[in-house]
T-cell receptor
Framework: NAGVTQTPKFQVLKTGQSMTLQCAQD?????MSWYRQDPGMGLRLIHY???????DQGEVPNGYNVSRSTTEDFPLRLLSAAPSQTSVYFC????????????FGQGTRLTVV | AQSVTQPDIHITVSEGASLELRCNYS??????LFWYVQSPGQGLQLLLK??????LVQGIKGFEAEFKRSQSSFNLRKPSVHWSDAAEYFC????????????FGTGTRLTVIP
């Protein structure tokens, strides 16, 4: 049972480059989210989705785009990477029924130079 | 505004000693509370959660937490710490439906000494 799978695990980008962080889940969860983790700041919500075709902004959405064309996948796009986007990115999913918890992927460590 | 405060950035305890990690929250609706643990280079693993009912909840690995509404707190405890408990611990608060949009504390790093 794979759960939430993130690729790649590590990535180095140059300033201005674009890339997509992939996230896939096999639990048929409707809710998916992206968080970034920075030292001393915990995890902060970037974007989230409550189902295919529906996305919304979280606490720190600037510089990131998302789309949700299928239930399984929720990619995060950086259109023009900046050093401030150096972080560890986590994808999470959960079932929409009440009293559920979020399941997290293993993270993607991104460095922008 | 929603927020979670973990006042202790780093705690060091001896193996076998008891542990309490503090968490205070501010949330505009009924809070649903979680503790996650993160080992170095790993993702987050759920330790326990509180949705309703008994305010003392049991989790995995011998952890428990107590919800105190009057103090807006959800402290994590363990009676006897093991060396393998060394990790970073995060408290989070979220909505009842789809624990998707979580607000996290800044984390407490636990060091266990022999």
């Amino acid at each position: 049972n794979a759960g939430v799978t993130q690729t790649p695990k590590f990535q180095v980008l140059k300033t201005g480059q674009s890339m997509t962080l992939q996230c896939a889940q096999d639990m048929n969860h409707e809710y998916m989210s992206w968080y970034r983790q920075d030292p001393g700041m915990g995890l902060r919500l970037i974007h989230y989705s409550v189902g295919a075709g529906i996305t919304d902004q979280g606490e720190v959405p600037n510089g990131y785009n998302v789309s949700r064309s299928t239930t399984e996948d929720f990619p995060l796009r950086l259109l023009s990477a900046a050093p401030s986007q150096t972080s560890v990115y986590f994808c999470a999913s959960s079932h929409p029924k009440v009293n559920t918890e979020a399941f997290f992927g293993q993270g993607t460590r991104l460095t922008v130079v | 505004a929603q927020s979670v405060t973990q006042p202790d950035i780093h705690i060091t305890v001896s193996e076998g000693a008891s542990l309490e990690l503090r968490c205070n929250y501010s949330y505009g609706a009924t809070p649903y509370l979680f503790w996650y643990v993160q080992s170095p280079g790993q993702g987050l693993q759920l330790l326990l959660k509180y949705f309703s009912g008994d305010t003392l909840v049991q989790g995995i690995k011998g952890f428990e937490a107590e919800f105190k509404r009057s103090q807006s707190s959800f402290n994590l405890r363990k009676p006897s710490v093991h060396w393998s408990d060394a990790a970073e611990y995060f408290c989070a608060v979220g909505a009842r439906t789809g624990a998707n949009n979580l607000f996290f504390g800044t984390g407490t790093r636990l060091t266990v000494i022999p």
